[in-house]
């Protein structure tokens, strides 16, 4: 599975983005999807993900203004950033596995794949 995150951008904090995660694959609708972000200098932290679709699972910091959706026939992942805030600078990857678990769906060394990053950059 390759992946391709997009979408990122210099927004001010208030508005909306919408980051997208092209997969390649005809597998693609089995995998767990999630979202991770690296702000500079610190550890690549979870965001969110869909586990095969079936349910979404939240950061504590972003729940309630992230949303994470797919578009099986599209390959496509999708994270809507609303209410975005400067904390939510970072770089932005996507990342899947066929193996994650409820357990560790929030643990990167869970995601097998990974794409290159799109930078998000909150003003305020």
């Known amino acids: 599975v390759q992946l391709q995150a997009s979408g990122g951008g210099l927004v001010q904090a208030g508005v909306s983005l919408r980051l997208s995660c092209a997969a390649s694959g005809r597998t693609f609708s089995t995998y767990t999807v999630g979202w991770f972000r690296q702000a500079p200098g610190k550890e690549r932290d979870f965001v969110a993900a869909t586990f095969r679709g079936s349910y979404a699972v939240y950061a504590d910091s972003v729940r309630g203004r992230f949303t994470i959706s797919r578009d099986n026939a599209k390959n496509t992942v999708y994270l809507l950033m609303n209410n975005l805030r400067p904390e939510d600078t970072a770089v932005y990857y996507c990342?899947?596995?066929?193996?994650?678990?409820?357990?560790?769906?929030?643990?990167?060394?869970?995601?097998?794949?990974w794409g290159q990053g799109t930078l998000v950059t909150v003003s305020s």
């Open positions: 990342a899947a596995s066929a193996s994650v678990i409820r357990s560790n769906i929030a643990s990167r060394i869970a995601y097998t794949y």
